[in-house]
């Protein structure tokens, strides 16, 4: 039995669902790790910001991979 291609509707919500992990996961990693950070070392608003831009930078450019990849871009 021939393997039909996924339906366009259904893999377009999964390319969806993806970004949206591929985006939040860094930014709210990196954020607890900036929270962490500035509590150990006294430094508050630092390291939380920092670790936000980063996971901002690391989270488009993964998206980026994964649309690029996806043959979307």
Same mark, same amino acid.
């Given at each position: 039995?021939?393997?039909?291609?996924? *339906?366009?509707?259904?893999? *377009? /919500?999964? /390319? =969806?669902?993806? /970004?949206?992990?591929? %985006?939040? =996961?860094? %930014?709210i990693l990196l954020a607890v790790v900036g929270t962490f950070l500035d509590g150990w070392l006294h430094t508050r608003p630092l390291f939380i910001l920092l670790g936000l831009l980063l996971g901002l930078i690391s989270g488009i450019y993964g998206a980026y991979r994964l649309l690029k990849n996806s043959q979307v871009l």
């Open positions: 039995m021939k393997r039909q291609p996924p *339906n366009p509707v259904w893999a *377009n /919500l999964a /390319l =969806v669902g993806q /970004l949206g992990f591929t %985006i939040a =996961v860094p %930014i």
